[in-house]
C-alpha cells in the first residue's frame, strides 16, 4: 500500500511538471520503488540538462533535504527517488516544492529564467 502510494505521489507531482517526466516511457516497466526521472526541458541542450540535474541534486544535499538523487552516471541526465515502503508518500509529496525550487535555481545558476 506504501509502495502504492508513493507512486501516486511522484505520478501526481510529473504530471503538473513540465520539466520532468519518467525515463521509462512505458508505466508497465516503471519501477514504482526505485524511480528514475529524466530532464523533459527542451529548451536546454544535452550539457545544460546535465548541469541543471547535477545542480537539483547538489542542492538539495546541501539543504539536507535529499541526498545520493543524481541520475546513475550512465544514464540521461535526471534524478532517483527512492519511494519504497519504507518511506512515506507525505515526505516525497513535500520533497517535490523542493526538486522546483531547486530546478528553478539551477537554471537561474546557468542565466536561464526558470
Keep these: 500500500g506504501r509502495v502504492r502510494a508513493n507512486a501516486e505521489a511522484?505520478?501526481?507531482w510529473v504530471a503538473r511538471t513540465g520539466w520532468v517526466d519518467y525515463l521509462a516511457a512505458s508505466p508497465a516497466i516503471r519501477s514504482p520503488t526505485s524511480v528514475c526521472l529524466r530532464l523533459a526541458d527542451r529548451a536546454l541542450d544535452a550539457k545544460a540538462q546535465a548541469d541543471v540535474a547535477a545542480g537539483i541534486a547538489e542542492r538539495l544535499e546541501r539543504e539536507r533535504v535529499a541526498y545520493d538523487i543524481g541520475a546513475y552516471r550512465d544514464a540521461p541526465p535526471g534524478l532517483r527517488l527512492w519511494a519504497g515502503a519504507t518511506v512515506e508518500a507525505s515526505d516525497l509529496a513535500?520533497?517535490?516544492p523542493w526538486l522546483d525550487w531547486a530546478y528553478g535555481e539551477a537554471?537561474?545558476?546557468l542565466g536561464l529564467a526558470a
Design 107 to 109: 537554471r537561474s545558476a
Design 10 to 12: 511522484i505520478a501526481d
Design 94 to 96: 513535500a520533497l517535490t
